[in-house]
C-alpha cells in the first residue's frame, strides 16, 4: 500500500479505537494529521486566552513546524497502528 493509502486508513482506524487515547496522545494524533494534511501552521494562535483546548491543539501543530507532510503521514500511521494492538 502507498503511504497516502495507509495514512488514510489509519485515519478511518482513529475513529474506532477499542479505547479512547490519553489527552497527550490525541493532541498528538491530531497535531501530526494536522502536519500530514496542511503542512506547517497557517493561522494565528486562538485570540481567547481561556480557550485551553484550541490553544494547546494550535501549539501541539507548531510544535512540528518543518516536519514533512511524508514524515507526519508516517508517524500518524504508526501511532494509530500501536493504539489498535
Known amino acids: 500500500m502507498e503511504l497516502r493509502e495507509l495514512f488514510e486508513q489509519a485515519a478511518t482506524d482513529s475513529k474506532n479505537l477499542a479505547e479512547r487515547p490519553s489527552n497527550?496522545?490525541?493532541?498528538?494524533?491530531?497535531?501530526?494529521?494536522?502536519?500530514?494534511?496542511?503542512?506547517?501552521?497557517?493561522?494565528?494562535?486562538?485570540?481567547?486566552?481561556?480557550?485551553?483546548?484550541?490553544?494547546a491543539k494550535y501549539e501541539a501543530w507548531v510544535a512540528l513546524k518543518g516536519k514533512s507532510k511524508e514524515a507526519a503521514m508516517k508517524e500518524y500511521t504508526e501511532l494509530v497502528n500501536k493504539l489498535k494492538v
Do not use: C, H, I, R
Not at 494536522?34 to 484550541?54: C, H, L, Y
Open 24 to 55: 497527550d496522545t490525541l493532541l498528538q494524533l491530531y497535531s501530526l494529521y494536522k502536519q500530514a494534511t496542511e503542512g506547517d501552521v497557517n493561522s494565528d494562535p486562538p485570540s481567547n486566552p481561556f480557550d485551553f483546548v484550541n490553544k
